[in-house]
């Protein structure tokens, strides 16, 4: 299994910054796309963040310009720099990763989630 562990979370002033880390663990693994997903309390889950192992980059339209994801691919590491937090910011985000894995069977496709960490925003 391919392990994913967040760091970074916690409270923030409204126009603070906060960054977000995830490291993904385990073996013989290889990583294509690592995101980050948020969780508002009463909504969905949705896409905050995303990046390629190409280094391909998309966003949530609410974000841009004030999240930047960047990744690690030699530590397998995700980052969310997130500036200009606001209150409709405040959730709780997931870090998520999905690619190959080889076990004693073969290669697979796995998808896997961090335990999530809180980022809250008061208004």
């Known amino acids: 299994q391919v392990q994913l562990v967040e760091s970074g979370g916690g409270l923030v002033q409204a126009g603070g910054s906060l960054r977000l880390s995830c490291a993904a663990s385990?073996?013989?693994?290889?990583?294509?796309?690592m995101g980050w997903y948020r969780q508002a309390p009463g909504k969905q889950r949705e896409l905050v963040a995303a990046?390629?192992?190409?280094?391909?980059?998309n966003y949530l339209d609410s974000v841009k310009g004030r999240f930047t994801i960047s990744r690690d691919n030699a530590k397998n590491t995700v980052y969310l720099q997130m500036n200009s937090l606001k209150p409709e910011d405040t959730a709780v985000y997931y870090c998520?990763?999905?690619?190959?894995?080889?076990?004693?069977?073969?290669?697979?496709?796995?998808?896997?989630w961090g335990q999530g960490t809180q980022v809250p925003v008061p208004s």
């Open positions: 990046c390629t192992s190409a280094g391909t980059t």
């Open positions: 385990g073996s013989s693994f290889s990583i294509n796309t």
């Open positions: 998520n990763a999905d690619g190959l894995r080889c076990d004693g069977s073969g290669v697979k496709a796995y998808e896997s």
